[in-house]
Every structure is written in C-alpha cells, then in structure tokens.
C-alpha cells in the first residue's frame, strides 16, 4: 500500500529501508524522499518505521 502519495513510496519500500539501517524520518525522507512533498504523510511514514522498529527489536531477542 502507498504511504507517500507524491514520492509513491509503499510501505514495504520503508519497512525495507528500515530493516537495512535507516532508522528515522530524517534517514528515510534523506534517501527515499518520502514524506518530503505535501507532508500529509509524515504521521503514517513514522508510524511505519516505528512498527517495523519494534519488530526488529522483537526478531532480535
Ligand atoms: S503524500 Fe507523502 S509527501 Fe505528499
């Protein structure tokens, strides 16, 4: 599914990105440039690293 409208930026795309070190908004607007047009994303694009955050600290224990 979409997250960034704009950039079409999926949610996998961010949760690929995440799992590979990108760890922050700032990493993934730096290098996928979601979440940098309109902004209405912002909120989701966060929510989204923040879920596959914490299941890469479950997978890790
Ligand atoms: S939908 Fe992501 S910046 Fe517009």
């Known amino acids: 599914m979409y997250v960034c409208i704009c950039k079409a930026i999926s949610d996998q795309d961010i949760e690929e990105a995440v799992n590979e070190g990108l760890e922050d908004l700032s990493a ?3 290098h996928l440039g979601a979440a ?3 902004g209405t994303c912002v909120e ?3 929510q989204v690293i923040e ?8 997978y890790a224990a």
């Open 28 to 30: 993934i607007q730096t």
């Open 36 to 38: 940098t047009g309109c």
């Open 44 to 46: 989701h694009t966060q």
């Open 51 to 58: 879920e596959t955050l914490a299941r890469k600290l479950v």
